[in-house]
């Protein structure tokens, strides 16, 4: 099983108000990724856990958190959305590096 | 930063046809070329890696490397309605870790 979720699947948020993104594997992967994805653009690396060390990318670095709790389970957190938020993000998961498998998103709309 | 760049934005092809996708690295350190596939309503799924000079072929997909120009082409034979999706170029660096750096992407429609 090659199944990467993410809770939940849309979520709406108020500006200024915290969101907090879930995203399970079961395939014992070392690494877990969140990515950000705009229409018309490249995803772009938000920051990875590789088993319990994060790594924050550095233009993100203050405006994204995570957690991980567990190796199944990966958090992103938000303390105050703003409207540039608005965005899929993606949540992706690799063993050493190798293939990444990726969640199906989560649709956040911040208004 | 490294930058990775697709073309065409977005291409037709009639089923049965041929499919050409195109990508190209900023950075010549990089390791490996992937190509992943999105359907509307998933996340990316991937489809093939590449990191030596010349062809690689996995069934009706072939990825092509040309590690002088940085440039990597996927093509795609007799291409199937089911093919219509998003297709992402992303690049492994040696000095990246596990990090892919992706491009934006080529949309794909076959018209059945």
């Known amino acids: 099983d090659t199944t990467v979720k993410q809770n939940p699947r849309y979520k709406l948020a108020r500006v200024g108000k915290p969101v907090n993104l879930i995203c399970s594997q079961t395939?014992?992967?070392?690494?877990m990724y969140w990515y950000q994805k705009k229409p018309n653009q490249a995803p772009k690396l938000l920051l990875f856990?590789?088993?319990?060390?994060?790594?924050r990318e550095a233009d993100t670095f203050e405006k994204f958190q995570s957690s991980r709790p567990n190796n199944s389970f990966c958090s992103l957190y938000i303390g105050s959305a703003g409207l540039e938020y608005s965005a899929m993000y993606l949540c992706?998961?690799?063993?050493?590096?190798?293939?990444?498998?990726f969640g199906p998103g989560t649709r956040l709309l911040v208004l | 930063q490294q930058k990775v760049q697709q073309s065409p934005e977005s291409l037709s092809v009639p089923e049965g046809g041929m499919a050409s996708l195109n990508c190209t690295s900023s950075d010549r350190n990089f390791q490996y070329f992937w190509w992943y596939r999105q359907h509307s309503g998933e996340g990316p799924k991937a489809l093939m890696s590449i990191f030596s000079d010349g062809d690689k072929k996995e069934g009706r997909f072939t990825a092509h490397l040309n590690k002088a120009s940085l440039h990597v082409s996927l093509h795609i034979r007799d291409s199937q309605p089911s093919d219509s999706a998003l297709y992402f170029c992303?690049?492994?660096?040696?000095?990246?870790?596990?990090?892919?750096?992706f491009g934006g992407g080529t949309r794909l429609t076959v018209r059945p």
């Open positions: 856990y590789y088993d319990k060390i994060l790594n």
């Open positions: 992706a998961s690799s063993s050493r590096g190798d293939t990444q498998y």
């Open positions: 395939m014992n992967h070392d690494t």
């Open positions: 992303a690049v492994r660096n040696n000095n990246a870790g596990a990090k892919l750096t």
